[in-house]
C-alpha cells in the first residue's frame, strides 16, 4: 500500500480543544504583557528618581536640596485583567488556564491579599 494513496489522519478531538480559544489566549497574554511593561517602566522611573537623590545626597547636604528631585511616593497601581475563562475540565486547556490564573496573581497582587 502506497502511504501517499492513504487518506491523511484525522485530527483528534484533543488537538481540536487545544486551539479553541486561541485567540482570546492570544489576546489575554498581550494585554498581560503590555501591563508587565508599565509596571516595568514606572519601576524604571522611580529608580532613576531614587538614585538621583542618592547621588545628590552624596555630593553634600546643599547640593542635595537644590538639585535633587522630589521623590515619587504614588505606588503602582494594579493592572485590570479580565478574569480567565472558567477551566472546562479538558485536559488540553489546562495549562493556557494555569498561565492565566499566574499572570492574574502577579499582575493584581492587592486583588488577591491572602493565599486563600
Same mark, same amino acid.
Given at each position: 500500500?502506497?502511504?501517499?494513496?492513504?487518506?491523511?489522519?484525522? *485530527?483528534?478531538?484533543?488537538?481540536?480543544?487545544?486551539?479553541?480559544?486561541? $485567540?482570546?489566549?492570544? *489576546? /489575554? &497574554?498581550?494585554?498581560?504583557?503590555?501591563?508587565?511593561?508599565?509596571?516595568? $517602566?514606572?519601576?524604571? $522611573? #522611580?529608580?532613576?528618581?531614587?538614585? %538621583? #537623590?542618592? %547621588?545628590?545626597?552624596?555630593?553634600?547636604?546643599?547640593?542635595? =536640596?537644590?538639585? =535633587?528631585?522630589? &521623590?515619587? *511616593?504614588?505606588?503602582? =497601581?494594579?493592572?485590570?485583567?479580565?478574569?480567565?475563562?472558567?477551566?472546562?475540565?479538558?485536559?488540553? %486547556?489546562?495549562?493556557?488556564? &494555569?498561565?492565566?490564573? =499566574?499572570?492574574?496573581? $502577579? &499582575?493584581?497582587? #492587592?486583588? /488577591?491579599?491572602?493565599?486563600?
Amino acid at each position: 500500500m502506497n502511504p501517499a494513496d492513504s487518506a491523511p489522519p484525522k *485530527t483528534e478531538p484533543l488537538t481540536q480543544n487545544m486551539w479553541l480559544g486561541h $485567540e482570546q489566549q492570544l *489576546t /489575554f &497574554l498581550a494585554e498581560a504583557m503590555q501591563a508587565m511593561s508599565v509596571r516595568h $517602566e514606572c519601576s524604571m $522611573e #522611580s529608580l532613576r528618581d531614587h538614585l %538621583s #537623590s542618592l %547621588s545628590a545626597a552624596a555630593q553634600g547636604p546643599a547640593a542635595a =536640596s537644590a538639585s =535633587s528631585p522630589p &521623590l515619587r *511616593t504614588s505606588p503602582v =497601581s494594579d493592572a485590570h485583567l479580565p478574569p480567565p475563562e472558567r477551566y472546562s475540565g479538558a485536559p488540553g %486547556s489546562c495549562r493556557p488556564f &494555569l498561565i492565566q490564573c =499566574s499572570l492574574a496573581f $502577579e &499582575l493584581q497582587p #492587592s486583588a /488577591f491579599p491572602t493565599e486563600k
